[in-house]
């Protein structure tokens, strides 16, 4: 870049694109806080429902709590919440890429677009690789104090 020439202003459209996503971002907080003030205004104004005692305890469907609500949680769940939130990230990133990968192959290029892909997923199947090594998918194992 030749250090004599001016940096050029942002056009017209530039601002315009921006301006845009304001709008849409503003009309669904709009939308949204609309039907929220509705669903207020029908359920506390005009249905008149109040809150009692008993509709506001834990458990509004009439089944009795048994034991207390204070026990060990099997950390297994939360292994493969989070096992499957990697790989529905991963397929989250990997569908804007496909037409990029799609031009390489045009262009002949097909190899770096394989081996972009592959790093990416690899890097994903090493942290899977990592999780099933250590026994994080045993959904029976006993869980021992260390």
């Known amino acids: 870049m030749d250090p004599q020439l001016p940096l050029a202003a942002p056009t017209a459209s530039a601002y315009g694109a921006w301006l845009s996503v304001l709008v849409i971002g503003l009309l669904a907080v709009a939308v949204v806080g609309g039907a929220l003030v509705a669903v207020?205004?029908?359920?506390?104004?005009?249905?008149?429902?109040?809150?009692?005692?008993?509709?506001?305890?834990?458990?509004?469907?009439?089944?009795?709590?048994?034991g207390s609500a204070w026990f060990r949680f099997n950390n297994r769940f939360t292994t493969v919440a989070l096992t499957f939130l990697i790989f529905d990230v991963e397929l989250a990133l990997l569908w804007p890429i496909?037409?990029?990968?799609?031009?390489?192959?045009?262009?002949?290029?097909?190899?770096?677009?394989?081996?972009?892909?592959?790093?990416?997923?690899?890097?994903?199947?090493?942290?899977?690789a990592w999780v099933a090594a250590?026994?994080?998918?045993?959904?029976?194992?006993?869980?021992?104090?260390d």
Do not use: H, M
């Open 40 to 66: 207020r205004l029908v359920t506390r104004v005009v249905d008149r429902i109040t809150d009692s005692k008993q509709r506001l305890s834990t458990y509004e469907c009439g089944e009795a709590p048994v």
């Open 98 to 128: 496909l037409p990029r990968c799609l031009d390489w192959v045009g262009n002949g290029q097909a190899l770096a677009a394989f081996i972009e892909i592959t790093a990416f997923a690899g890097s994903l199947a090493i942290g899977l």
């Open 134 to 145: 250590g026994g994080g998918f045993i959904w029976d194992r006993k869980v021992s104090d």
